[in-house]
């Protein structure tokens, strides 16, 4: 039971560059999230989605685009990365509903920005 | 938009001290939930409050949701080297959507 995955887990990168990271959850859960994780800021929500084909921004969107042609997937892409973008990266999945709404959080990607 | 505020930032105690986090929202919330991470991992789920003036126990552990539903309260009785890591609560609003917003967490360490 894999649950909920992240990759990569480790990310150094360029200023410029284009960067995926990938989240993947074999619960089939409608819900998905994108967190970054920063000393003195805890947990901000970048995207979220409730189901495939449905997006919404967050806390702090900017420079960031999210997909999800799949209930499983969602893709977080850094379209030209920033030095400000260096930070861990946590995806987040939850069943949805008043019973079921806690959420489950991959391992984490820790990305740097060169 | 909504804010959730976390004190203390830190905490360090001695072992079999007892700890408490505190968190304030600047709007009033469906329900509040908290979350734990271990140094180097990630937040884990222990609890979601959802009653005016709940109160839940988990062995040593105790939440307490405010009356007006905007603040929040966790309790470490007798602390343990296991309780090392950061408590975040995380709110969610009174419209009750999926999105969650995290307190800024509160790192506890714990001096044996």
């Known amino acids: 039971d894999a649950g909920i995955t992240q990759s990569p887990r480790y990310k150094i990168t360029e200023t410029g560059r284009q960067v995926t990271l990938m989240c993947h959850q074999t619960?089939?859960?409608?819900?998905m999230f994108w967190y970054r994780q920063d000393l003195g800021h805890g947990l901000r929500l970048i995207y979220y989605?409730?189901?495939?084909?449905?997006?919404d921004k967050g806390e702090v969107p900017d420079g960031y685009v999210v997909s999800r042609s799949k209930t499983e997937n969602f893709p977080l892409t850094l379209e030209s990365a920033t030095r400000s973008q260096t930070s861990v990266y946590f995806c987040?999945?939850?069943?949805?509903?008043?019973?079921?709404?806690?959420?489950?959080f991959g391992p984490g990607t820790r990305l740097t920005v060169l | 938009g909504q804010q959730v505020m976390q004190i203390p930032q830190y905490q360090h105690v001695q072992e079999g001290e007892d700890f408490t986090t505190y968190c304030n929202s600047s709007?009033?919330?469906?329900?509040i939930q908290w979350y734990k991470q271990r140094p180097g991992g990630h937040p884990v789920f222990l609890i979601q409050l959802v009653k005016s003036g709940e109160v839940k126990k988990q062995k040593r552990l105790t939440f307490q949701f405010g009356e007006a539903k905007k603040n929040s309260s966790l309790h470490i009785t007798a602390t343990q080297t296991t309780d090392v890591g950061t408590y975040f609560c995380a709110g969610r609003g009174a419209f009750g959507n999926e999105k969650l917003t995290f307190g800024t967490g509160t790192r506890l360490t714990i001096i044996p």
């Open positions: 989605s409730a189901a495939a084909d449905i997006t």
């Open positions: 987040a999945s939850s069943a949805g509903g008043r019973a079921n709404n806690e959420q489950f």
């Open positions: 619960w089939s859960h409608s819900y």
């Open positions: 709007t009033t919330l469906s329900n």
